[in-house]
T-cell receptor, first 116, second 115 residues
Framework: GAGVSQTPSNKVTEKGKYVELRCDPI?????LYWYRQSLGQGPEFLIY????????DSGLPNDRFFAVRPEGSVSTLKIQRTERGDSAVYLC??????????????FGPGTRLTVL | GNSVTQMEGPVTLSEEAFLTINCTYT??????LFWYVQYPGEGLQLLLK?????DKGSNKGFEATYRKETTSFHLEKGSVQVSDSAVYFC??????????????FGTGTRLQVTL
């Protein structure tokens, strides 16, 4: 596709349930990021993939959060035993690999997760 | 650690007014600085960037200058339009290894421009 896509756009779940959020990056982008944006806050970094491997997962809040990117393209963010505090907009971004000092991150529209 | 502080909103201006949104940062190493914009119903978009001290980023009439001595990257526009109404985020990244770096964002400033 032309841009980063995320599905679903909205997800409502009950406390304690498991959820999966999907991100389709821009074709050819090797770097993929997940961020979480709580109401009234800026996005906070969760995890970054370079290809298939998680190069930096320092932003994952605890072991209930896990993400994969098995073929170096689509990524899935998985949240186990959801809590009300997990409610937020989950953003995905991708960028190309290059030699520039900074490679622009292109953001998807986000998945709004609501945990009841 | 790295952090970004930006002025709280909302900022409400009349069309053609001058805009300043303040942003200061704390970073280990030498950060690149960014302004992202989020228009209603849309995703985050890069507005402008500056990758070293004294660089000026500019786009769509917006400007920001990387000031290392004051650790600031204030966003300015000489004459705002109603279509500029959006949430603006200041952000930084510090490149460690490779070419990709995570972004650290401020809390965002909502701008509302009225006729």
């Amino acid at each position: 596709g032309a841009g980063v896509s995320q599905t679903p756009s909205n997800k409502v779940t009950e406390k304690g349930k498991y959820v999966e959020l999907r991100c389709d990056p821009i074709s050819g982008h090797t770097a993929l990021y997940w961020y979480r944006q709580s109401l009234g806050q800026g996005p906070e970094f969760l995890i970054y993939f370079q290809g298939t491997g998680a190069a930096d997962d320092s932003g994952l809040p605890n072991d209930r959060f896990f993400a994969v990117r098995p073929e170096g393209s689509v990524s899935t963010l998985k949240i186990q035993r959801t809590e009300r505090g997990d409610s937020a907009v989950y953003l995905c971004a991708s960028s190309s690999q290059g030699t520039a000092n900074y490679n622009e991150q292109f953001f998807g529209p986000g998945t709004r997760l609501t945990v009841l | 650690g790295n952090s970004v502080t930006q002025m709280e909103g909302p900022v409400t201006l009349s069309e053609e007014a001058f805009l300043t949104i303040n942003c200061t940062y704390t970073a280990t190493g030498y950060p690149s600085l960014f302004w992202y914009v989020q228009y209603p119903g849309e995703g985050l978009q890069l507005l402008l960037k500056a990758t070293k001290a004294d660089d000026k980023g500019s786009n769509k009439g917006f400007e920001a200058t990387y000031r290392k001595e004051t650790t600031s990257f204030h966003l300015e526009k000489g004459s705002v339009q109603v279509s500029d109404s959006a949430v603006y985020f200041c952000a930084l990244s510090v490149r460690h290894t490779g070419t990709a770096s995570k972004l650290t964002f401020g809390t965002g400033t909502r701008l509302q421009v009225t006729l």
